[in-house]
């Protein structure tokens, strides 16, 4: 009994310690503090659960606590910041993973067992649920990592009759996992048991394979949720009230973060998650269809560029997910560090959703060291986009669609934008007539104040340095 | 009454997840995920006594020591990829309100 | 670990009424004041069964009717003040967001 | 087993709609609502407790809840709204008194029965705790309600060493509780909660004394916390979840809300509890010490001051506490209805704190039928204030002190305040000379460009009115 309560005061501190961590992260000064609190709830519940009476052989804990130790900080240490979208992915992969083996275990020691469980029905059915929504987050989870990882196309996979092959998947999964709450045959259990984990497993891979690679972040976060629920429902396997109280914690606040995330794209999650967003992309992009955008496209060359940007006072530069593409975020700080030298006041406009991830920008930008006074909020830059001299935008598009403010018909309507079509000049670098992630066309390449400067960011941006050193010099 | 009890913490902690995430900063989205990704990874506990259980078998045993592998390196894994995230922020100046120590250029 | 699993329950509520109250306007302090108190009412559970108790004397079940009788009392009081209360800021037009029926005189 | 699960599936339901009630009561559009809803979680668990298999005989506890229900009615039905402060503070203390008698019921059951509770020292100390803050609470709020009724002098009462004298009673109570939870002689244990017990009653009625009438509302929003406390421990002496649970939540919310109105006045917890604040107003109040203000009263007669109504464009009413003595809500409607006839724009400025209760103005003017939209939160006014014609100040005093922005020496310094002494000219209703709650002297009666109109404020404006309308017929 003694051991008992000192275990699970340790539970209770450790979940203090979560809500205590989960809320310090949400706030800017406090984030990094939050996180080492919440780890080291981790640490004593973990410490604290090693010391269970029903934990005899700590042989293959330790085998497994060191192993995970060692793989989980080289993997962390090793990633770029440009992938860490992906590890996240991983990593919530894993656990997922982590729950289904601990409904698993459960499974089989009550089958070995002669002891059954007080509430038979219940226990299998928290059971299931474990493997069912673990093994979702397991697939679903590795999909998205590979979207974004690029060993597989980010393109939404549709094909005729999707729906209804997820619809008998689903139904499937269900019967599976309902035999295997009723039934009193053991061999029947059993044979449930493979059924519907195997069925939930493939359920992961087909629910996120309709969902395009820049999405992949809201799906994550989703899946971040999902995970937390696993680890809620192992906890009612095992009857654990820390899994209870961390999982459900992550389970509510994923879905929170998830629905945030979704408005700041102005789409709501069910969009996201089952309407193929983006795959019809390239075919809208090429034709013209009604209420389309007039004027020209008037191409710029580096050195046009320089006079411009040579002349410019108030500079504001705009990235967005070309900038990640082309890796030009170590040559766009040299730009705005000449141009300062030059007498320019220099900012970047983040905006909430540039790139593919909430915060790209921020940490592309905060790896290439530039400073944090420089990046102006959505918000921020607005009001003053009218006394800019000069706009750049680096591989931007949705996010400084006009159309998005003044078009009721274009998919993106509603999102807020960067008004840098209200700037004296514009200058945007693409590679050439690529649409944004939502596939539409934007008018603000054809405004009059427009000028394109076509090529991949980083060596355009490298031309136009390369001007502005030989005068400097 | 344990069960039940262990429902009134589901309950209470599902409300305060809800009453915890809001108005978060959009550049923290990312850290957020990945921070409560970590906490997630308390399923560990429940790998440990699978794996560990006095009255399992080798069936338990692999699955359980699998599991914590598996968990350990979300938990590990997790905390050091936010704890990197969050540490950008935090190298140029200071956030906000705190004092910025870098001259604007 | 009945006992374990209150304190845990204990824990949360205390963080969730913690969340709850944030922000809370002026005018609203007083009527959330006497809504809580109503809530706090809730002691009449215990009263019940204190009075009702099975094994109970002569004693426990005077206490408890006794109890029975002010816990009602803070009960139907306080929720009938506190609607009576916010009842008076709605009557006349509809408060900031709402549509204003009444014409500004 | 099946009916303790439908008895504490029914509890927690209520302790759901506990926790939707008090988020909604936040928020003015949902606050009725969200009583309602919290209200309904009350009966699912009264009704609930009903048919719990230990309750037998529901003769007694049928009694008690008509009675309850009947005298709850009456009296919140009757009580006049201006009279609500002390309402609450009495229905405080009787929920604190009932979770002190459930306390002791289980103290006595104990007693008689044959088993003994499994932790018999926290079974004890749980049962002390419920017993001494819920006497604390019934005695505090009982003071605290005839202090606001006027049956007792709402000064602090203030004596030689009854800091000593509260530290001895706090140290006895300690001791005695000490001795109930180590005792394991039934004579000795019974002693001790006599003791306890009333040294607990005595305690809550020493501790506020020293607290002015003012500040009884930041007292009951405290005591209204450990009403809460008590009704939690009361849920840790009979092992009931929905207790514990509903108890914690007011016991937080209470303390939060406790500070949110100690920092409207810019005071900390601690000095409105122990500083016998408002003890030493009147002799400061009279004196000159140094840095006093300067200048001279200038009196206005009725007609001098519908002279200056008569002719403004835009007014605003500044109610205070002294409305509120006066009763005279009724009367600054109607004058604000003759002057709004009479071309003017009326506007109503409501300081958080005017009044001694948060929304004191707030009530007495929507009883009054004041519509809603004439009433303007402090920071709406503030930047209109300059081109406000005529300030009329209703025995307000405090919240329109400029020295609380100028004066770093005054105990109120940094307390936000209506900037009455912009306005072009300000009429200052009331009766004399007497200070505000702060006891400080108000250098806006000293301005050029204020009068004042002395009287009770109920007469003095149906003078007023009485000019006005001879006027307009
Ligand atoms: N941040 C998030 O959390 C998140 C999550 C999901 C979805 N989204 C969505 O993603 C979009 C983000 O908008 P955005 O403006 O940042 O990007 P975008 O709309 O996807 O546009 C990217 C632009 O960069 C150009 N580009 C690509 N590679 C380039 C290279 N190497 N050099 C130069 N230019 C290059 C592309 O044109 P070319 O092909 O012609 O070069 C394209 O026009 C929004 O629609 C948002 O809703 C964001
Ligand atoms: N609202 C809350 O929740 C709360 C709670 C606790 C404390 N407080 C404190 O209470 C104060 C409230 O400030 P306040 O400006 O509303 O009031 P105040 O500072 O207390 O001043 C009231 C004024 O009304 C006058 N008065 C009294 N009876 C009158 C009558 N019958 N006719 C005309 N005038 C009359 C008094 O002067 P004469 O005696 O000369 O007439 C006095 O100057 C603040 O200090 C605040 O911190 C508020």
Chains 1, 4 share one sequence.
Not at chain 1, 172 to 197: E, I, P, S
Not at chain 1, 244 to 262: F, K, N, P, Q, Y
Not at chain 1, 340 to 348: I, K, T
Not at chain 1, 370 to 376: A, G, T
Request: hydrophobic share 50%; proline share 4%.
């Amino acid at each position: 009994m003694n051991r008992a309560v000192l275990i699970n005061s340790a539970y209770i501190i450790a979940s203090i310690l979560f809500v205590i961590g989960l809320k310090m992260l949400g706030r800017q000064p406090t984030a990094r503090r939050g996180n080492l609190i919440s780890a080291g709830g981790m640490l004593i519940a973990v410490v604290a659960t090693l010391v269970d009476r029903h934990v005899v052989s700590y042989t293959w804990i330790t085998a497994g606590l060191v192993a995970g130790t060692v793989i989980g900080m080289t993997c962390a240490r090793a990633v770029k910041m440009t992938a860490m979208p992906e590890m996240v992915a991983l990593l919530n992969g894993f656990g997922g993973l982590a729950s289904l083996l601990v409904g698993a275990a459960e499974f089989f020691r009550i089958r070995s067992g002669e002891v059954l469980p007080e509430d038979q029905a219940f226990t299998a059915t928290v059971i299931a649920l474990t493997i069912l929504i673990g093994g979702i987050t397991f697939t679903g989870s590795v999909y998205a990592f590979c979207k974004l990882a690029e060993w597989l196309p980010g393109k939404p996979v549709l094909f005729r009759g999707q729906h209804l092959v997820n619809g008998f998947l689903v139904a499937g999964t269900v019967a599976a996992a309902l035999g295997f709450v009723v039934t009193h045959d053991a061999r029947v259990a059993l044979t449930a048991f493979g059924v519907f984990t195997g069925l939930g497993l493939v359920l992961g891979w087909t629910l996120v394979m309709p969902i395009g690679g820049g999405d992949m972040p809201v799906v994550i976060s989703m899946l971040n949720s999902l995970s937390g629920v696993a680890a809620c429902a192992a906890g009612f396997v095992i009857r654990n009230n820390v899994l209870v109280v961390a999982g459900c914690l992550v389970g509510a606040s994923g879905i929170i973060l998830t629905v945030i995330m979704c408005k700041a794209m102005n789409r709501s999650l069910a969009n996201v998650l089952f309407s193929g967003f983006g795959a019809v992309a390239p075919a809208r992009a090429g034709d013209t269809p009604a209420g389309s955008v007039e004027g020209e496209l008037k191409p710029l060359s580096a050195e046009d560029a320089f006079a411009v940007l040579e002349a410019a006072r108030q500079v504001v530069i705009i990235p967005g997910y070309g900038m990640a593409v082309a890796q030009a975020q170590h040559v766009v700080q040299e730009l705005a560090e000449i141009l300062g030298q030059n007498g320019a006041e220099v900012r970047f406009a983040i905006h909430p959703v540039a790139g593919r991830m909430p915060g790209h920008m921020n940490v592309l930008l905060a790896e290439a060291n530039v400073p944090y006074e420089q990046l102006v909020e959505m918000d921020g830059i607005n009001p003053m986009m009218s006394i800019m001299d000069v706009a750049i935008v680096v591989g931007a598009n949705d996010v400084v669609n006009p159309a998005a403010s003044r078009d009721k018909l274009s998919p993106i309507y509603g999102m807020p934008i960067i008004n840098a079509h209200e700037a004296r000049t514009v200058i945007c670098l693409k590679r050439g007539k690529g649409a944004g992630f939502s596939g539409l066309e934007n008018q603000l390449f054809l405004l009059p104040n427009t000028r394109m400067l076509y090529g991949d960011a980083k060596s355009s941006l490298q031309a136009v340095i390369a001007e502005l050193k030989s005068l400097s010099l | 009454m344990e069960l039940i009890l262990l429902f009134f913490i589901f309950t209470l902690a599902g409300f305060l997840g809800f009453e915890l995430i809001a108005k978060v900063p959009s550049q923290l989205h990312t850290p957020l995920m990945s921070g409560s990704n970590a906490i997630s990874g308390i399923t560990i506990v429940g790998a440990i006594i699978a794996a560990g259980a006095d009255d399992g078998s080798w069936v338990t045993t692999v699955l359980g020591t699998a599991a914590v592998t598996l968990a350990m390196i979300n938990v590990v894994g997790g905390y050091i990829v936010t704890d990197r995230m969050l540490g950008m922020f935090k190298k140029k100046g200071a956030p906000d309100s705190a004092p910025k120590k870098e001259p604007a250029s």
